[in-house]
């Protein structure tokens, strides 16, 4: 998934001859808290709800006025795990989407941000989870995929959490087939470590919605 295939379609950008009134209602009204400033299609930067409400004059063009502007954005061809690494490390609601001319295109909001993201671990298709404790010496995807595979079932999406301060991986696995006994039996008999399975789509929810936090931390901005 690219950049320019998550544009959002509610997002307007401001003009320099708008109002801090005007971006602040088009602000409450798309969920965001950030909006582009642009000048014929030349991307001058975001603005944050934040700094609008600390103008003395709402009424006032925002083009006039002292506004700290930062400039976040990625190219159209960039990938999805580009704008999601920009937004949770700038702490965004939305990200500018520029060509390879450097023309302002649209931007991405959080909520296009969270329906990929969902579309990438599989949220969609019915399947079990199984969350393994692995040394990162002993963790092979593909040998994961052989055994899960040897049990009639296909491995939908991986997601791997680490810490600095351990050897430790704790890998997440959705499958294609919700009775989870035969592949656990066959991970257990290579000595892997099951530190959980799921085999319902509510459980499975809520394990996501858990792994989700550390990475949508910025949506509370």
């Not at 969920?31 to 930067?45: A, C, I, S, Y």
Request: proline share 4%; charged share 20%; hydrophobic share 40%.
């Amino acid at each position: 998934m690219l950049a320019k295939n998550m544009l959002s379609n509610l997002v307007m950008p401001l003009k320099p001859s708008d109002t801090g009134h005007l971006a602040l209602n088009w602000m409450e009204d798309t969920g965001v808290t950030h909006l582009p400033l642009v000048d014929k299609q030349n991307l001058l930067g975001l603005i944050r709800n934040a700094d609008i409400y600390s103008l003395d004059d709402l009424d006032k063009p925002l083009g006039r006025q002292k506004i700290p502007f930062t400039r976040p954005y990625v190219y159209a061809d960039q990938h999805f795990f580009d704008v999601l690494q920009l937004a949770s490390a700038e702490k965004l609601s939305l990200i500018p989407v520029l060509d390879q001319n450097n023309k302002y295109i649209g931007s991405i909001t959080h909520d296009e941000i969270i329906q990929n993201m969902a579309d990438f671990t599989s949220v969609k298709q019915p399947g079990g989870i199984l969350v393994l404790e692995i040394s990162t010496q002993q963790y092979s995807l593909s040998e994961l995929s052989r055994i899960i595979e040897s049990n009639d079932a296909k491995v939908l999406s991986a997601c791997i959490t680490s810490s600095s301060e351990s050897t430790q991986l704790e890998v997440t696995i959705k499958v294609s087939v919700m009775d989870l006994s035969s592949i656990i039996q066959t991970l257990n008999r290579y000595d892997y470590i099951i530190k959980a399975s799921f085999a319902n789509e509510s459980m499975y929810d809520s394990l996501l919605h858990e792994r989700y936090e550390s990475l949508m931390k910025y949506l509370d901005t």
